[in-house]
């Protein structure tokens, strides 16, 4: 069956830097994008951006360029999120999705913590 | 950006009763090649989101029919009809028509 599992949980101080993955399995990895979801605790979703996983090409929304970087080892089936300077507004549980114009499979989730 | 308005905020029910979500969009969801990618997902509590619809009225496989997508260009409706204790969490509108893609702020759907 299709699945998306996520590494562990997160506790981060300010200005570090924290990578979490996304292992897909049950399906053909580079048939699907993988989109990645933020939610700060309590509050709503907010749309991060996706990533090619074909060609590798990462699309980011505005509020996650530049400290936000989307990757790839497609050989292991993995999508990664790295985020470096970490802020407290980092803070939230971190999803990611399968995508090709809708979300149909999603990650577990990861809650990062940045606290100093 | 594409804005997506949710009302209502939060919405009492009684299991066995109809719920009606409203989500509008600040410009046309129509895409270019003539599809509307408007979906929903509901998140229950200490859960990742699932999808529910897709391009506006299409149940995603294994979602009971008791939940129905409407609308077009910009402005979309779910109705859940007959309330269960499981339909129970935050709806989200998500628009992937225009980049970048957006959710609505969320609908709880609460027990009265």
């Known amino acids: 069956q299709i699945q998306l599992v996520q590494s562990g949980p997160e506790l981060k101080k300010p200005g570090e830097s924290v990578k979490i993955s996304c292992k897909a399995s049950?399906?053909?990895?580079?048939?699907?994008?993988m989109h990645w979801v933020k939610q700060a605790p309590g509050k709503g979703l907010k749309w991060m951006g996706w990533i090619n996983t074909y060609t590798g090409k990462p699309t980011y929304a505005d509020d996650f360029k530049g400290r936000f970087v989307f990757s790839l080892e497609a050989s292991a089936s993995t999508a990664n999120l790295q985020i470096s300077n970490l802020k407290n507004e980092d803070t939230a549980t971190y999803f990611c999705?399968?995508?090709?114009?809708?979300?149909?499979?999603w990650g577990q989730g990861v809650m990062v913590t940045v606290s100093s | 950006d594409v804005v997506l308005t949710q009302t209502p905020v939060a919405q009492p029910v009684t299991l066995g009763d109809q719920a009606s979500i409203s989500c509008r969009s600040s410009q046309s969801l129509v895409h270019s090649n003539g599809n509307t990618y408007l979906e929903w997902y509901l998140q229950k509590p200490g859960q990742s989101p699932q999808l529910l619809i897709y391009k506006v009225s299409n149940r995603f496989s294994g979602v009971p029919d008791r939940f129905i997508g409407s609308g077009s260009g910009s402005d979309f409706t779910l109705k859940i009809s007959r309330v269960e204790p499981e339909d129970l969490g935050v709806y989200y509108c998500f628009q992937a028509t225009h980049d970048p893609n957006t959710f609505g702020a969320g609908t709880k759907l609460e027990l009265k």
């Open positions: 049950g399906y053909t990895f580079t048939d699907y994008a």
């Open positions: 999705a399968r995508g090709r114009s809708l979300l149909d499979y």
